[in-house]
């Protein structure tokens, strides 16, 4: 009797824990907002599209550890941006942005996530106009290998400290 009520008490927890990362994994949407899943590509990927005040696609991607990905973002627009954010950490922080960082960004992925890439037009610009066309280049590249490092050899002379 005291095993079957541990196992119902170890099955509820496991329940109540399931959709806190769920929700971890499920993106907040603007109104009008579409959601696009993507898989990894093989080779270059491009998506094309147009964005107004949050009326747009917006793609999550999944990425491995090791993966070595390059995204780009171009537009004709100075008030069309791109927001990379991942919905494996907690915070809503985007770790990408076009609008401070630059028009690409290239790494090797430390960990497993789900990355969400918001293209935006900007709510601030002066100009209200009907938007903006982007398009969104994600290039898988293969990473650069590491020279190999070189032995220690022996020397009848002791290393000079490190400068300061």
């Known amino acids: 009797m005291k095993d ?14 399931l959709p806190v990362s769920a929700m971890a994994q499920t993106p907040q949407l603007d109104p009008g907002e579409k959601l696009e899943k993507l898989q990894f590509p093989a080779v270059t990927m491009q998506l094309k599209g147009w964005t107004k005040f949050g009326n747009s696609h917006v793609y999550t991607l999944p990425v491995r550890t090791g993966q070595h990905v390059k995204v780009s973002f171009s537009t004709k627009s100075k008030f069309a941006f791109l927001a990379i954010f991942d919905l494996s950490k907690p915070d809503d922080e985007a770790f990408f942005g076009t609008d401070e960082d630059g028009m690409s960004f290239e790494t090797t992925v430390k960990e497993d996530a789900t990355w969400l890439l ?9 100009r209200r106009g009907l938007g903006a066309p982007f398009s969104i280049l994600i290039e898988p590249l293969v990473a650069a290998p590491q020279p190999p490092a070189e032995p220690e050899r022996p020397s009848l002379f002791p290393k000079a400290p490190a400068k300061q």
């Open 118 to 126: 918001r293209p935006y037009y900007s709510k601030v610009s002066p």
């Open 4 to 17: 079957l009520s541990v196992r119902i008490l170890i099955t509820a927890a496991a329940l109540f824990f």
